[in-house]
Structures are given as C-alpha cells and as structure tokens.
C-alpha cells in the first residue's frame, strides 16, 4: 500500500498566522484528500485535490481558508490561513488506493493559541 | 447525503468478543468502510463491504445489512492493544466528479480491560 509522509507532525501556531502541511506519497495518485478530525469529533474531508486543476471544497470550506496546491501526482499542501483558536485539530491527507481502502498521513495536530 | 449512527463508547474484556454496530442512511450506497484509530495516530483500513454478507479477516468480521442500512464489526479474543477508535465510514455515488469518497462516523471508542 502507499506510504504517505505528512509534515509537520505538531505545531502549535498564533492566531493571525498561517500554517501550510505537507503530504509527500511514495507513489503517483490521481485524487488526494485533505481532513481535518476535531477533538472528539469524526473526519471531516475539506477538499479534494488533483493534480492540474483546482481543488474541490466541501460545503463550509473555502479556498482563501484553506488553499491547496498540487504540483505533481505525488505531492500536496494545504495552508491554514488566519488562523483562530477554532482552527486547532488533527489534519489529515489521504489517497484512496484501488477500488477500496484510503490510506492516511500520520496527521498534523495544529494548536492554535 | 450520509447519516452515519455508532456508539459513541464501548468497554470489553480482554478475551471476549464485542460487536460494534454502525446504521446509515443513504441516497446512493456504494461502499462501507471500516477503520481503527489509536490516540494521537492517523485510521488504518480495517474492511470494506459493498455486498451483503459477512467478510472475515482473522480476529475481525465485517457485515453488511444495504437493505437495512447496517453494519458490524465484531472483534474476537480481544486484546488490550485493540483499545481504540473504530470508525464506520460510508460511500455513496453523486459526489461531485464522481469519486465517491467516503464519509465518515464519529467512531466508537472500545475500551478493552483486563
């Protein structure tokens, strides 16, 4: 299965700042997600990002708040922009393998203060 | 859209067996998923059902139930590492470009004791 290298691990931010996470993945894939999973909440998907094209938000997500790149098949950043202390949580990228099976990042647990 | 229902917290003992259930609704099913989740780490794939039925795979079954929107995950000889978040995710069709992406329960936290 693929193998997602995710960076930073953890940061802890001041509000007004911004913070972009890395998603590098050992193989080429089409469609790679952004999460984001609250402190006892479930995942949540932000946005889909392929590769030659923008990305696609999910209701509640905008792209000044959360802008995407995707350079190439293997890699993918998001920014947290201004961030808020409402923007601390776990965020994850993922790359769905096959017909079935997502495989995620270790995450980014991002405090914001 | 998905309405994805599982129990918030579970408590086993090491050695039984536990079943967590996840019901769902919705407009187009094309999948349901299972992951576990330990503290402060990123959910690794467990099963996948699309037909009805029961998928087993060692210690863990999955089954599938599409005309009653349900689904488990039974967990034999529990062990204490099998202390985690198990969550239930469910696909369906329609979502933009169809790439059918799942969408996620908020996951059932199983406490295995001694």
């Known amino acids: 299965s693929a193998v997602i290298s995710q960076k930073p691990s953890r940061d802890i931010c001041q509000r007004g700042t911004s913070l972009t996470i890395q998603c590098q993945v050992d193989s080429q894939v089409t469609m790679m997600f952004w999460y984001r999973q609250q402190p006892g909440q479930s995942l949540t998907l932000i946005a889909t990002?392929?590769?030659?094209?923008?990305?696609?938000?999910e209701s509640g997500f905008v792209i000044d708040k959360f802008p995407i790149s995707r350079p190439n098949l293997t890699f993918s950043t998001l920014t947290v922009s201004n961030m808020s202390p409402e923007d601390s949580s776990i965020y994850l990228c993922?790359?769905?393998?096959?017909?079935?099976?997502?495989?995620f990042g270790s995450g980014t647990r991002l405090t914001v203060v | 859209g998905q309405n994805i229902d599982q129990p918030t917290e579970m408590t086993a003992t090491e050695g039984a067996i536990v079943q967590i259930n996840c019901t769902y609704q919705t407009s187009g099913f094309n999948g349901l998923f299972w992951y576990q989740q330990h503290a402060g780490e990123a959910p690794t794939f467990l099963s996948y059902n699309v037909l009805d039925g029961l998928e087993e795979k060692g210690r863990f079954s999955s089954f599938l139930s599409r005309s009653k929107g349900y689904s488990y995950l039974l967990l034999k000889e529990l062990q204490m590492k099998d202390s985690a978040s198990y969550l239930c995710?469910?696909?369906?069709?329609?979502?933009?470009?169809?790439?059918?992406?799942?969408?996620f329960g908020r996951g059932t936290s199983l406490i295995v004791h001694p």
């Open positions: 995710a469910v696909r369906d069709e329609g979502k933009a470009g169809g790439s059918y992406i799942p969408t």
């Open positions: 990002a392929n590769q030659g094209s923008e990305a696609t938000y």
């Open positions: 993922s790359v769905v393998e096959g017909t079935h099976g997502y495989t």
